[in-house]
């Protein structure tokens, strides 16, 4: 059996989906298909039911996932490994970035890995926070930088970077600067604000329930900078990170009407199982010590 069968039969088991492994491992999709069938026929298992939905797996293909995941970790160990033994680090890290918060410890991680090892290709992909950890959960990303939001994930191991706070902007002039806030007329305006699965959801919600309002017109947007002009152009309030909302406030755009969180973290973090491979850990020593 190959490490590119067993390779794909993780994409495929992560994706559920034939189509998304091939576009996640820039394989066709008969490609994939035929990892799979050569993996079953050495096996003498069927590893997956073909579903109208897509690709589940059997009991069988379940059990012989986490061996799976186990042994392309250690394939990847041994890579990195051998590199050092050779005198450099080599190979490919996958990095997330998402949003301005980040920027800083992006700029020190792509330095710091151009200085001390250069034979290292670092490749990066910007999305939302969302999309960033579910790539780390799912190995599309080998590590990323995301806003933290919600509960600790104990599969991830995770560095603070930096941090941010987060204000509830008006349009300049449109809301009364009373202290504090007249919140039942705040909650007539509309407000934007990304899903509440996100670090200015959370703040949101928080806010509503503590405030016991509800919007009648939420505009659910995931980009600060369309924020910024939205809220600039009086479509409504927002949620701003601070450094954004205090800019926006000095170039006369937003009143700032109240900070909504002091601390939200900034997080690098990787899969845990992977602790000990010699590319993270280098990236880790890096942020570590800037």
């Known amino acids: 059996m190959e490490i590119h069968q067993l390779k794909t039969f993780v ?3 992560r994706e559920g989906s034939i189509t998304r492994a091939s576009e996640r491992l820039y394989l066709s999709q008969p490609a994939v ?23 589940r797996l059997t009991p069988e293909g379940q059990s012989l996932l986490v061996k799976a995941e186990r042994t392309l970790d250690a394939h990847r160990e041994l890579l990195a490994e051998a590199s ?5 680090l080599t190979g490919t890290l996958r990095i997330g970035a998402g949003g301005d918060a980040s920027t800083k410890a992006l700029g020190q991680l792509l330095s710091g890995m151009a ?7 670092v490749t990066l992909h910007h999305d939302s926070s969302l999309e960033i950890l579910d790539g780390i959960l799912n190995e599309r990303l080998d590590a990323g930088f995301y806003n933290e939001a919600g509960d600790p994930d104990d599969r991830l191991t995770r560095l603070e970077v930096a941090h941010f706070g987060i204000y509830l902007a008006a349009p300049a002039g449109l809301v009364a600067g009373a202290q504090p806030p007249d919140w039942p007329a705040l909650a007539k305006l509309p407000w934007i604000c990304p899903a509440s699965n996100t670090c200015c959801g959370q703040a949101a919600e928080q806010l509503f329930d503590s405030h016991r309002i509800r919007p009648q017109r939420i505009i659910s947007i995931d980009r600060e900078n369309v924020t910024r002009t ?7 309030v927002g949620l701003l990170h601070a450094g954004a ?9 937003v009143d700032l009407i109240c900070e909504v969180q002091q ?17 993270l850990s280098a990236a880790r020593s890096i942020l570590q010590t800037g």
Not at 230 to 236: Q, S
Not at 245 to 253: I, T, V
């Open 11 to 13: 994409a495929v088991a």
């Open 33 to 55: 298909s035929a990892h799979i069938k050569a993996m079953e026929d050495t096996l003498g298992l069927v590893l997956f039911e073909r579903t109208p939905r897509g690709m």
């Open 84 to 88: 050092l033994i050779k005198g450099r």
């Open 115 to 121: 200085e001390r090892y250069p034979e290292v290709e």
């Open 230 to 236: 939205l809220i600039a152009g009086g479509v409504g």
């Open 245 to 253: 909302a205090r800019e926006a406030q000095r170039c006369g755009e």
């Open 263 to 279: 601390h939200v973290r900034v997080l690098f973090a990787h899969r845990a199982n992977r602790d000990q491979d010699p590319l």
